[in-house]
């Protein structure tokens, strides 16, 4: 049955089943990850994007909300080769549309190929291929969402584990996955999570033992505001980033970033450690790198298979940053050591 359409860049057509119905656009991105599609739906990285699944079945062990990492589907749409009923089921209360019964294969084939595309999306018993068309002629580019921020960080300041014992880390929310919070509180530190365009005065208030910028969606660049807190901090107080933190550091420090073909999203990118020669596999989501650091941070990691920055430091000036998501939910826990090394900065 077709009651679904979906058109990419060059005005390509594919037709598809409507599971959830609505229309929506969103540059369409795929990701690699074969379980974690909770954490993978709610993570605010996904903002403004159309997530295809390589992976084709996606549903197999159900929808539980203790896996979310925000309290909303993020991703402006949903493409898969076969969702379950449990999954499109929640997608449709979220007001999320999502397809399948579509060659989910020859869709992330043309990604590889082609890079990220802008994408329209219709669905539904009355939708055309001329509604998934408009969708698509409105698309923007992912740089044009100047204040994506906006959309994704918390809108006031919170407190996360208030009475604890430890540090005290000042969490720029960019758009971050709940799990950042999480695995710093298990350390005992106490986390204010502060909105995305956080002031001076609102750090200077807190008092941090460090400063953390989170991860989240679209262009590092369009995140000036925190750019000017590292700028202002870099040196007082140790520094640490996550992904799109990583990005957001080494523009503030005078590196330069640029947008990649088509990403690293899964949980199974291959990152090396410059320093002992180990390699971990990792959890990712980001569409935009590292061209360069600049000349006051160091690469110390890099991804196996293009060779871009996965790590930035600076043992003077105290910065740890990872373009991989540390927290690993979903993926592997190699790398959840990260969160020791940048308590331990503070500690110092």
């Known amino acids: 049955m077709t009651d679904a359409y979906v058109a990419i860049e060059g005005e390509r057509i594919i037709e598809a089943r409507a599971r959830s119905p609505g229309t929506a656009r969103g540059e369409i991105v795929f990701t690699t990850a074969y379980t974690g599609y909770e954490e993978s739906l709610t993570d605010p990285s996904y903002a403004e994007q159309v997530l295809t699944f390589s992976y084709p079945l996606i549903g197999n062990y159900g929808v539980r909300e203790e896996r979310f990492e925000s309290d909303n589907v993020q991703p402006n749409a949903v ?9 499109a089921e929640w997608l449709e209360s979220e007001g999320v549309p999502a397809v399948d019964h579509l060659d989910s294969r020859d869709i992330v084939t043309e990604i590889r190929d082609e890079g990220a595309m802008k994408c329209g999306i219709a669905a539904g018993p009355d939708a055309t291929e001329e509604d998934a068309l408009a969708e698509l002629h409105e698309c923007k580019h992912m740089s044009d969402h100047v204040d994506i921020g906006k959309q994704v960080s918390v809108d006031e300041h919170t407190v996360a584990n208030e009475d604890g014992d430890g540090k005290t880390v000042a969490l720029v929310d960019c758009g971050a996955k709940g799990s950042i919070t999480s695995s710093l509180v298990e350390r005992d530190a106490v986390v204010h999570r502060l909105p995305y365009d956080a002031s001076e005065d609102d750090i200077e208030a807190i008092d941090p033992d460090l400063l953390f910028i989170s991860n989240g969606p679209g262009d590092p660049e369009n995140f000036e505001q925190a750019g000017e807190i590292v700028e202002e901090y870099v040196g007082d107080v140790p520094l640490a980033g996550i992904c799109l933190g990583q990005q957001v550091v080494a523009n503030a420090l005078g590196g330069r970033t640029t947008k990649m073909e088509f990403g690293h999203r899964g949980v199974n990118q291959p990152v090396r450690d410059l320093r002992t020669d180990r390699v971990v596999m990792t959890t990712q989501n980001h569409g935009y790198t590292v061209a360069d650091p600049g000349d006051e941070l160091e690469i110390t990691q890099v991804n196996v298979n293009d060779d871009t920055p996965e790590g930035l430091e ?9 373009q991989y998501h540390p927290e690993a939910n979903p993926g592997p826990n190699d790398s959840l050591d990260f969160f020791d090394d940048v308590l331990a900065l503070a500690e110092e």
């Open 79 to 87: 493409v898969s080769r076969e969702l379950t009923d449990d999954v």
């Open 314 to 322: 600076n043992d003077e000036l105290g910065i740890i940053t990872r």
